[in-house]
T-cell receptor, first 113, second 116 residues
Framework: AQSVTQLGSHVSVSEGALVLLRCNYSSSVPPYLFWYVQYPNQGLQLLLKYTTGATLVKGINGFEAEFKKSETSFHLTKPSAHMSDAAEYFCAVSFGGYQKVTFGTGTKLQVIP | DTAVSQTPKYLVTQMGNDKSIKCEQNLGHDTMYWYKQDSKKFLKIMFSYNNKELIINETVPNRFSPKSPDKAHLNLHINSLELGDSAVYFC???????????????FGPGTRLTVL
């Protein structure tokens, strides 16, 4: 069965510091991978996605993620955190033949001034 | 233009009541979902419809009944509301990529249900 694990339910970084949010998945077939962001009292919106092709994908707001098949990982990074990045981040995965997307448990990012 | 809309945004009601949440998408997607997000932000899929046909029902109590009058609408009716139903309910839609996995999901703004 498909699964996705996000390490760290809470991550705190200083403004201007590197943001690293971790996501690992389990699969025996190529997945599609997504990162979503949820700001307070809002729905989820897509940050970036990996389907096929280039393994380093760039998304909105300066975020990027790298698909590493050997490590079954899809970690999200941003070189310099901004106060506006404070939100909940969800990693998600879908596989061919499955009817649903599986979401991780989320990581709350806190940015300290 | 709002891609996925839900009404109402807030719903406060007494235990035992029946309530409905409506969802509409104007993206032309074939697949629509209902998710429940609890107080710990855990997101759990409840139902999925593809072209008005139910394809996923994730062990949700029978008190929850989805209805899809057409592929642009997916409503959720809840009977005999319980305290544990308090949560944020999200509607979403996604395109089905031919022969492959599901594409990205587009979420509505959510409906915060509070059962007193």
């Amino acid at each position: 069965a498909q699964s996705v694990t996000q390490l760290g339910s809470h991550v705190s970084v200083s403004e201007g510091a590197l943001v690293l949010l971790r996501c690992n998945y389990s699969s025996s077939v190529p997945p599609y991978l997504f990162w979503y962001v949820q700001y307070p009292n809002q729905g989820l919106q897509l940050l970036l996605k990996y389907t096929t092709g280039a393994t380093l994908v760039k998304g909105i707001n300066g975020f990027e993620a790298e698909f590493k098949k050997s490590e079954t990982s899809f970690h999200l990074t941003k070189p310099s955190a901004h106060m506006s990045d404070a939100a909940e981040y969800f990693c998600a995965v879908s596989f061919g033949g499955y009817q649903k997307v599986t979401f991780g448990t989320g990581t709350k990012l806190q940015v300290i001034p | 233009d709002t891609a996925v809309s839900q009404t109402p945004k807030y719903l406060v009601t007494q235990m035992g009541n029946d309530k409905s949440i409506k969802c509409e998408q104007n993206l032309g997607h074939d697949t629509m979902y209902w998710y429940k997000q609890d107080s710990k932000k855990f997101l759990k899929i409840m139902f999925s419809y593809n072209n008005k046909e139910l394809i996923i029902n994730e062990t949700v109590p029978n008190r929850f009944s989805p209805k899809s009058p057409d592929k642009a609408h997916l409503n959720l009716h809840i009977n005999s509301l319980e305290l544990g139903d308090s949560a944020v309910y999200f509607c979403a839609s996604s395109p089905r990529l031919a022969g492959g996995p599901l594409g990205e999901q587009f979420f509505g703004p959510g409906t915060r249900l509070t059962v007193l």
